[in-house]
């Protein structure tokens, strides 16, 4: 046994087919893409171009996030804004308002920023390679690989959840994520079909639709359609009956629970607020003001952290407590009420806001549900 083939059989991963092309499973994807295709805002019909803008908006859109809640807003900033151009020359606060509630707000602010640099560096057009993409803000390897294949044709295969679902069942991959990548890469890129006249940049990205589609439809994590896949005669996780343990993960870490409180203060029809750091987690959004958020903090400790606008005489703490998750860290927060007088000045750094406009503030969703916690509504 060679030294390879004996590293293969210590790490049980199968090997790479190169062969695969001849095996007739990119075209099984490309004739069953060309039948079952999902119908996506931002996707063209068969035989149109694709937009690199519509592209590039969904994929930042998409990271992360389901296709189901990105979908109205894409719509809603293609309507404001329909190319490049138009989004660069709007303002970072404009951007994050419209975002707001979609999460993860780091990647609004790399939008617009991506945007700019492509108005300024580019007069307006994407790069179409992914060296080109890559040096933008907010491009990643497979972002720029996604719309490198999708929007310019290029032989790349964006490697998303459902790609590494359907290449992990499908090759039957036994090493765990996150170490398993760049095998799922490297076999990914055996299913890249082309074009009945030979030409193989022209359905790359219709290639990494295909399996995007049948991971989402067909693929799924629990209960797959086996019987609908177009791959499923030589699904080596098929074949075993275990397709539903694919892909191996390691053991996930969840951070610890943090801890705080947030102050919902009035003035008549008016909300106190403020606007976060630019840098760190949900930076340029809008918050009410609030305690640090650390772990094993106590509620004295939290209340300690309110702010003292004159006008206001004391604090009343609502029942229950808001509860969020983000990526890395569980979060409870206990809120706190109170209603300032009519001349209560503004304190530093904050600011009043009507409560009938708040709609067109950039806050995020733990705000939201802290807000509608401390009105009652």
């Known amino acids: 046994m060679t030294l390879s083939g004996a590293a ?39 035989g149109e171009s694709a937009d690199p803008y519509r592209v590039w908006l969904s994929e930042i859109m998409l990271q992360q996030t389901g296709v189901k809640t990105v979908a109205p807003y894409f719509l809603k900033f293609l309507a404001r804004w329909p190319d490049v151009a138009a989004l660069a020359r709007a303002s970072q606060d404009d951007v994050l308002r419209m975002w707001a509630g979609l999460g993860y707000y780091s990647r609004a ?36 690989a996604a719309i490198a294949a999708i929007a310019f044709g290029c032989r790349t295969m964006p490697v998303d959840g459902n790609i590494e679902r359907v290449v992990s069942r499908l090759f039957a991959v036994e090493e765990p994520l996150p170490q398993a990548k760049p ?12 074009s009945r006249d030979g030409d193989e940049k022209s359905r790359a990205g219709d290639s990494a639709q295909a ?26 996780a ?3 009956g275990d397709q539903e343990s694919f892909p191996r993960k390691a053991p996930k870490k969840s951070g610890a629970l943090r801890r705080g ?20 987690l949900l930076g340029g959004m809008t918050e009410v003001p609030g ?25 009343h703490r609502k029942a229950g407590v808001v509860t969020h998750v983000f990526t890395h860290f569980p979060l409870e927060l206990v809120v706190y009420t109170a209603r300032a007088a009519a001349r209560t000045p503004t304190p530093r750094g904050m ?27």
Not at 17 to 46: E, I, Q
Not at 137 to 142: A, D, K, L, R, S
Not at 187 to 193: D, I, P, W, Y
Not at 369 to 376: C, E, F, Q, T, Y
Request: with cysteine; net charge positive.
């Open 8 to 46: 293969r059989k210590r790490k049980k991963v199968p090997s790479v087919d190169h062969d695969d092309m001849a095996s007739g499973r990119p075209a099984r994807l490309l004739d069953w893409y060309d039948r079952h295709r999902r119908r996506l805002p931002w996707r063209p019909l068969a």
């Open 109 to 144: 602010r790399n939008l617009h920023a991506c945007a700019v640099a492509v108005l300024r560096d580019h007069g307006g057009v994407f790069p179409g390679t992914e060296e080109g993409l890559r040096a933008l803000p907010g491009i990643g390897p497979y972002t720029a």
């Open 183 to 194: 095998l799922i890469q490297q076999l990914a890129t055996t299913l890249l079909g082309q």
């Open 211 to 236: 399996l995007m589609d049948i991971g989402s439809s067909i693929c799924t994590p629990k209960k797959p359609a086996c019987a609908l896949c177009p791959l499923n005669d030589d699904c080596a």
């Open 238 to 240: 098929h074949a075993r």
């Open 261 to 280: 409180a947030a102050f919902v203060v009035t003035r008549g029809n008016e909300l106190l607020v403020r606007t976060r750091p630019e840098k760190g």
């Open 291 to 315: 305690s640090d958020w650390l772990a094993g903090q106590d509620d004295k400790a939290a209340l300690m952290q309110a702010p003292l606008p004159n006008g206001i005489a004391r604090w």
């Open 351 to 377: 600011r009043w806001v009507p409560v009938a406009t708040l709609a067109d503030e950039a806050l995020p969703n733990v705000m939201r549900k802290v807000i509608a916690h401390g009105l009652g509504r």
